[in-house]
């Protein structure tokens, strides 16, 4: 059952509650692999549901527009003190309700419209808010996008000086939604420098391992870091803008009153809790563990004749191009997840495929390893995944049944945060 439990939902809403404890129980029974997910800790789900909801709080503490917010202001307070002790910085902004709007307020804070933008092409493993042409930001200013080299699939520093030399960006953004490799943080500070460009780092994927210890940080290269509060972090759904304290004005004025109103307390609570987490001895030792998981997984991968974006990994991510495999991602990833194996399918630098139905998936480590697998068990989990493609190719349910079923007895053994069974 779901964990806190749901009794007034239940006899209030049934419909919905059973909708709710039949999700607990998937994510309980498969091994969940998108990149972008993971399982916050029960401590951070109370947070994320308690009367803090009731709450309005536009502004920011001790400079409100609403009265009673007596104990708001040190929780976000708290929040805050949390963040910049974690990551080290002059500042930091909780307010954001998610990584799009986080990056917008960069835009908003440093940028007119028709300004120009450079960040990694969305093809290449950038993100949407990095000046894509269907994004807001690819269409109220000047995107001029960087790639990875063909060959090697990592980016050339190289180049992407030439190309900032050539277009004299205002910001320049590095990290993406698919970049399996450690991002050159002094790299690019010294092509923003060169440029007069301001450094954005987007490190939502990474935040989790740069706090624990297993990947480089931005701080102290980058002017500004944006990040989501889950995925490695192991927070509720939502984000963070840390900044010198140069930029700390700008930034606040571009998120409130520049992009939204009130703050969600409940958020803001829950991401208090995480912070705290992410400080622990424990916690140190998961980012790790993430990273040895995501290069066990990659090694087995490879041996099982899956062609890996960059040839492997050096965080929580796993790119493969299955054109090897005589399979596109989508159908890929749809007998996956019939399989009790969650991931999604996505674009590989210089697919040939449409995005809807592109050649790759995508996959991380992040939550298998809270849930407590280790390396050896990663060999086993490539061998099902070799497995389930072979049987979709030849439309074999029964295979792909018994996979899952495989899988579900597996998890039994690795309790979730959130679930307990009835």
């Given at each position: 059952?779901?964990v806190?439990?749901?009794?007034?939902?239940?006899?209030?809403?049934?419909?919905?509650?059973t909708?709710?404890e039949?999700?607990?129980?998937?994510?309980?029974?498969?091994?969940?692999m998108?990149?972008s997910?993971?399982?916050?800790?029960?401590?951070v789900?109370e947070?994320?549901s308690?009367?803090?909801?009731?709450?309005?709080?536009?502004?920011y503490?001790g400079?409100?527009y609403y009265?009673?917010?007596?104990?708001?202001?040190p929780?976000e307070?708290l929040?805050i003190?949390?963040?910049?002790?974690l990551?080290?910085v002059?500042h930091?902004?909780?307010?954001p309700y998610?990584?799009?709007p986080a990056?917008l307020?960069?835009?908003?804070?440093?940028?007119?419209?028709?300004?120009?933008?450079m960040?990694?092409?969305?093809p290449?493993?950038?993100?949407?808010?990095?000046?894509?042409s269907?994004?807001?930001?690819?269409?109220?200013?000047?995107?001029v996008?960087?790639?990875?080299?063909?060959?090697?699939g990592r980016?050339?520093?190289?180049?992407?000086r030439?190309?900032a030399l050539a277009?004299?960006p205002?910001?320049?953004?590095?990290?993406?939604t698919?970049?399996?490799r450690?991002?050159?943080?002094?790299?690019?500070?010294?092509?923003?420098?060169e440029?007069?460009?301001?450094?954005v780092?987007d490190i939502?994927?990474i935040?989790?391992?740069?706090?624990?210890?297993?990947h480089p940080s931005?701080?102290g290269?980058?002017?500004?870091?944006?990040?989501?509060?889950?995925k490695t972090?192991?927070?509720?759904?939502?984000a963070?803008?840390?900044?010198?304290?140069?930029?700390?004005?700008?930034?606040?004025?571009?998120v409130?009153p520049?992009?939204?109103?009130?703050?969600?307390?409940?958020?803001?609570?829950a991401?208090a809790?995480?912070l705290?987490?992410a400080?622990?001895q424990?916690?140190r030792?998961?980012?790790?563990?993430v990273?040895a998981?995501?290069?066990?997984?990659?090694?087995?991968?490879?041996?099982?004749?899956?062609?890996l974006?960059?040839?492997?990994?050096d965080?929580?991510?796993i790119?493969?191009?299955?054109t090897?495999?005589?399979?596109?991602g989508?159908?890929?990833?749809?007998?996956l997840?019939?399989?009790?194996?969650?991931?999604?399918?996505?674009t590989v630098?210089?697919?040939?495929?449409?995005?809807?139905?592109?050649?790759?998936?995508?996959?991380?480590?992040?939550?298998?390893?809270?849930?407590?697998?280790?390396?050896?068990?990663m060999?086993?989990?490539?061998?099902?995944?070799?497995?389930?493609v072979?049987a979709?190719?030849?439309?074999?349910?029964?295979?792909?049944?018994r996979?899952?079923?495989?899988?579900?007895?597996?998890?039994?053994?690795?309790?979730?945060?959130?679930?307990r069974?009835a």
């Amino acid at each position: 059952m779901h964990v806190p439990p749901i009794p007034h939902l239940t006899a209030e809403d049934p419909q919905l509650a059973t909708l709710i404890e039949a999700e607990a129980t998937r994510q309980h029974d498969k091994l969940r692999m998108i990149a972008s997910e993971n399982y916050v800790s029960e401590a951070v789900l109370e947070a994320s549901s308690t009367v803090l909801t009731n709450k309005y709080s536009e502004g920011y503490a001790g400079k409100r527009y609403y009265e009673g917010q007596q104990l708001i202001d040190p929780i976000e307070t708290l929040a805050i003190d949390r963040a910049k002790s974690l990551f080290g910085v002059d500042h930091a902004n909780v307010q954001p309700y998610s990584g799009s709007p986080a990056n917008l307020a960069v835009y908003l804070a440093f940028l007119q419209p028709g300004d120009t933008v450079m960040g990694m092409a969305l093809p290449m493993g950038g993100h949407l808010t990095h000046g894509w042409s269907v994004s807001a930001t690819g269409k109220w200013f000047n995107p001029v996008r960087y790639a990875v080299n063909r060959e090697t699939g990592r980016i050339d520093l190289d180049e992407v000086r030439d190309l900032a030399l050539a277009e004299r960006p205002k910001v320049i953004f590095c990290g993406g939604t698919a970049v399996p490799r450690t991002i050159d943080f002094p790299g690019f500070a010294a092509i923003a420098r060169e440029v007069g460009a301001v450094l954005v780092a987007d490190i939502a994927h990474i935040a989790g391992l740069i706090a624990g210890g297993a990947h480089p940080s931005p701080v102290g290269h980058a002017d500004v870091i944006t990040t989501t509060t889950h995925k490695t972090l192991r927070g509720p759904r939502g984000a963070m803008i840390m900044a010198t304290a140069e930029h700390a004005t700008a930034i606040d004025k571009a998120v409130f009153p520049g992009l939204q109103g009130g703050p969600h307390n409940h958020t803001t609570a829950a991401i208090a809790v995480a912070l705290r987490e992410a400080g622990t001895q424990d916690f140190r030792r998961y980012a790790h563990h993430v990273v040895a998981n995501a290069a066990a997984l990659a090694t087995a991968l490879t041996e099982h004749g899956f062609t890996l974006s960059s040839g492997g990994t050096d965080n929580h991510l796993i790119l493969a191009d299955l054109t090897s495999k005589d399979i596109a991602g989508k159908p890929a990833a749809q007998a996956l997840d019939r399989a009790g194996i969650e991931l999604n399918y996505n674009t590989v630098p210089y697919d040939t495929r449409k995005p809807f139905d592109p050649s790759g998936i995508r996959l991380g480590t992040a939550a298998l390893t809270t849930r407590g697998l280790t390396e050896e068990h990663m060999p086993q989990v490539a061998a099902w995944m070799d497995e389930t493609v072979a049987a979709a190719l030849k439309d074999d349910e029964a295979t792909i049944d018994r996979i899952a079923g495989e899988v579900r007895d597996l998890l039994a053994a690795f309790p979730m945060p959130g679930y307990r069974a009835a």
